[in-house]
């Protein structure tokens, strides 16, 4: 099964690099003022719909563009075809085809493919993360100011009173430093390989964070919400290695409310 995904991300990816080449402004949609989608959005997730029912037909899906295809199974995908469309768009590398699979709810498998920079994360429950053939782990930082992690603005994309401003005025003083790659699934990934320390969000969808949270786990990593419980990204979504984990969640969870 493992095997199936990967290669069909990879596809995917194929066909983001091919569509990125002729796209026009005649080519998005916009979902609110500053929410874009694509025609090749559309295009890479209805390939991979396809793709998935075809060889699990009784499976259910979950997609951005397109909704969800409900079954009796046990088994349920969950699909973001672009995670970081802005990125497409604009012609930078950070954006990623991500695909999960839950089991009776729980979150099983995940890949996230950037097919920009050629980096293929993959992982399954209880047999550790990947990049490419190599392990992954996430970082042995234990102390705020040595460490470098990253957020996103989708609250404000979404024109949300209630917002990461304040959050990241409060915690980035206390860091090393940030980044800021527009893509969550790649955010998580990044987390579990060490590169980052740790990343936080609010207003996330499911699809955004499902593959990465498989990922960023079998890697050694943590998630939660911003009170350290399980409802995300509901109430808040953070991630971090286990070192670092308890004194994000001291910061967030004074804006739980916001979440």
């Not at 990049?131 to 705020?144: F, K, M, P, Q, Y």
Request: glycine share 8%.
């Amino acid at each position: 099964m493992i095997s199936f995904i990967k290669n069909l991300a990879i596809k995917a990816g194929m066909l983001c690099i091919e569509g990125q080449k002729d796209l026009t402004s005649h080519d998005l949609e916009f979902k609110s003022t500053k929410d874009i989608v694509t025609q090749i959005d559309k295009k890479v997730e209805a390939f991979l719909v396809k793709a998935i029912l075809e060889r699990y037909p009784d499976h259910g899906i979950l997609g951005e563009e397109y909704g969800a295809v409900e079954t009796n199974s046990e088994f349920k995908w969950i699909i973001d075809p672009i995670d970081g469309t802005t990125s497409f768009v604009h012609r930078l590398p950070f954006y990623s085809i991500s695909i999960a699979l839950e089991k009776k709810g729980e979150l099983i498998l995940g890949v996230v493919y950037a097919p920009a920079m050629g980096q293929l994360f993959y992982a399954e429950k209880d047999n550790g993360a990947f990049i490419g053939d190599t392990a992954i782990h996430v970082s042995a930082t234990r102390e705020l100011y040595n460490a470098v992690m990253a957020t996103g603005f989708a609250c404000l994309r979404a024109g949300l009173e209630n917002n990461n401003l304040p959050i990241f005025n409060e915690i980035v003083p206390k860091l090393r430093d940030i980044r800021r790659f527009g893509s969550a699934a790649l955010d998580l990934c990044y987390t579990a390989m060490g590169s980052l320390d740790g990343f936080w969000e609010m207003n996330l969808n499911i699809y955004d964070i499902a593959a990465g949270t498989v990922i960023l786990r079998e890697a050694g990593g943590v998630v939660t919400d911003f009170r350290g419980g399980r409802q995300f990204p509901e109430k808040g979504f953070a991630a971090s290695n286990k070192g670092l984990h308890n004194e994000l969640i001291h910061i967030l969870t004074r804006f739980y409310a916001s979440a």
